[in-house]
């Protein structure tokens, strides 16, 4: 069950990457063994997510422009890019969450329109990274907490399908992160939750019902 939410959550992450590339016009592929992006992704964007375990390090970064500053989502955390030029730049864990009966807390807010996006990339701290494609691709939503006086305080991005939802670039600007975890899972309570966080971001999705699957590694090129 965990091995398979691992490759679940390896898998809709890298359908994320792939959307996000194609929000700012680059193609990416897919195949059995990994999603590549072939020119240097966006940033804080992998340029290669592995899909399964064992993958040739060589043939994977000759998908990709591996030169400084490129970055590989080492999925199952049994690669070594060091004899590459890369270095580990951070570890982390796979989560899931599997369909859960409606919690009390409130959901979140989708955001819908360019203005709305703007101001949550602003409060997020991505820039020009969120494009409005993103609002019109199906299988992602964009969505925002605000407070009593209507200050968006915190936020995620949910992408996938009904079934299961990736979870991403959760934020808050307030001193319970627990909070936003509630609210996304309050938002689609029917669904499975796949993503991945590191220490310390890792403690709030815990507290929430969320269980880690298995380890994963980012590579970069220094």
Known sequence: MLKDARAAAARNNAEWCDIVCGSHGLTGRTDAEAW??????????????????GVDAEALLARIDAGPGASVKDSFADLDLSGYGFRVLFNAQWIHRPPAKPPVDAPLTPVGTPDELAAWAAAHGGADLFRFALLTDPRVRVLARHDDRGVLTGGAVLSGNDGRYGVSNLFTHTDDPLDIWHGVCATVPAAALVGYESTPDLTPALSAGITPTGPLRVWQNA
């Open 36 to 53: 590549s992006v072939p020119r240097r992704s966006p940033p804080w964007y992998p340029d290669a997510v592995t899909l399964r375990p």
